[in-house]
């Protein structure tokens, strides 16, 4: 039996709509376990809406002592200084990487992708041995430096297929226009691979912003900690207070949700270049 082209859009409809749904259904369920009450959080069969919602857990998480709002200032210091410090070394690297014609590149490119695969726990210890010696500890500038050695394989990995898509004679025009070649790789080079920054930059604010590992380690200051951290505090040693716990969640989730819904078109572009070039 043949299947019409209006049966196949039908049927892919409907399947988009049911994965879409499944992969939503976890941000729903921290929503509305953020509006129920205690009471309603341990009933069983579980509610699919609370009957009495309320939302004194959002008033909780920002009017308490350590108020979710401080967390998210110190997430947004410590996302924005590592994407800055990030694209700052990667974009170079990675030009680098695409422009010159290095012996071993293939095998350094092997290595920057191994190293993805480590955990950072396996960092964590000796970048917390050094900084304890030299002073930074408890500081943005510590957690910053932190997150780059970490992301810093990942922007350069994905960053350099961009460079290989432009045309060496732009470079070459830009000198004979009177360029050298920093101004030529700041002025022509870099405004052409803007996708691909917007994409790292966003790819690595959200990891940053995501990162508790190195928060927990290298800093026992509450004042400068993550938001991450702030979601941790709400795990008791004995129980957990899981409505402020969602609400908190969803809150922090925010800033991701609205990265993608507004940067979508870059990313999208961005992710498909990468992976056709190079």
Same mark, same amino acid.
């Given at each position: 039996?043949?299947?019409?082209?209006?049966?196949?859009?039908i049927?892919?409809?409907t399947?988009?709509?049911?994965?879409?749904?499944?992969?939503?259904?976890?941000?729903?369920?921290?929503?509305i376990?953020?509006?129920?009450?205690?009471?309603?959080i341990?009933?069983?069969?579980?509610?699919?809406?609370?009957?009495?919602?309320?939302?004194?857990p959002?008033?909780?998480?920002?009017?308490?002592?350590?108020?979710?709002?401080?967390?998210?200032?110190?997430?947004?210091?410590?996302?924005?200084?590592?994407?800055?410090?990030?694209?700052?070394?990667?974009a170079p690297?990675?030009?680098?990487?695409?422009?010159?014609?290095?012996?071993?590149?293939?095998?350094?490119?092997?290595?920057?992708?191994?190293?993805?695969?480590?955990?950072?726990i &396996?960092? !964590?210890?000796?970048l917390?041995?050094?900084?304890?010696n030299? /002073? *930074? +500890?408890?500081?943005? =500038?510590?957690?910053?430096i932190?997150?780059?050695?970490?992301?810093l394989?990942?922007?350069?990995?994905?960053?350099?297929?961009?460079?290989l898509?432009?045309?060496?004679?732009?470079?070459e025009?830009?000198l004979?226009?009177?360029c050298?070649?920093?101004?030529?790789f700041?002025?022509?080079?870099?405004?052409?691979?803007?996708?691909?920054?917007?994409?790292?930059?966003?790819?690595?604010?959200?990891?940053?912003?995501?990162?508790?590992?190195?928060?927990?380690?290298?800093s026992?200051?509450?004042?400068?900690?993550?938001?991450?951290?702030?979601?941790?505090?709400?795990?008791?040693?004995?129980?957990?207070?899981?409505n402020?716990?969602?609400?908190?969640?969803?809150?922090?989730?925010?800033p991701? &949700?609205? !990265?993608?819904?507004?940067?979508q078109?870059?990313?999208?572009? /961005? *992710? +498909?270049?990468?992976? =056709?070039?190079?």
């Amino acid at each position: 039996m043949r299947i019409t082209k209006r049966k196949k859009k039908i049927i892919f409809t409907t399947v988009g709509i049911v994965v879409t749904a499944l992969m939503l259904f976890p941000v729903y369920w921290m929503f509305i376990t953020s509006i129920k009450p205690l009471n309603e959080i341990y009933v069983d069969p579980p509610l699919f809406f609370p009957s009495d919602p309320t939302i004194q857990p959002y008033i909780d998480i920002f009017t308490s002592k350590n108020s979710m709002l401080h967390y998210m200032k110190n997430s947004f210091i410590i996302g924005s200084g590592s994407m800055l410090l990030t694209l700052a070394l990667a974009a170079p690297a990675a030009y680098g990487l695409a422009r010159k014609k290095l012996i071993g590149v293939v095998i350094l490119m092997g290595i920057l992708i191994a190293t993805q695969m480590f955990p950072s726990i &396996i960092m !964590a210890t000796p970048l917390y041995i050094i900084f304890l010696n030299i /002073g *930074l +500890t408890d500081s943005f =500038t510590g957690l910053i430096i932190a997150n780059t050695t970490n992301l810093l394989p990942f922007a350069i990995i994905l960053l350099r297929p961009f460079f290989l898509g432009l045309p060496k004679e732009l470079e070459e025009a830009a000198l004979m226009d009177g360029c050298n070649k920093f101004m030529s790789f700041w002025k022509v080079i870099l405004p052409l691979t803007r996708t691909g920054l917007i994409t790292v930059g966003t790819f690595t604010f959200l990891m940053a912003w995501n990162e508790l590992l190195f928060a927990l380690t290298l800093s026992n200051d509450n004042s400068m900690r993550p938001v991450t951290v702030g979601i941790y505090s709400y795990m008791g040693e004995y129980a957990a207070e899981w409505n402020n716990l969602m609400a908190a969640s969803f809150v922090s989730s925010l800033p991701i &949700i609205f !990265a993608f819904i507004f940067l979508q078109k870059y990313i999208v572009n /961005g *992710l +498909t270049t990468g992976t =056709t070039k190079g």
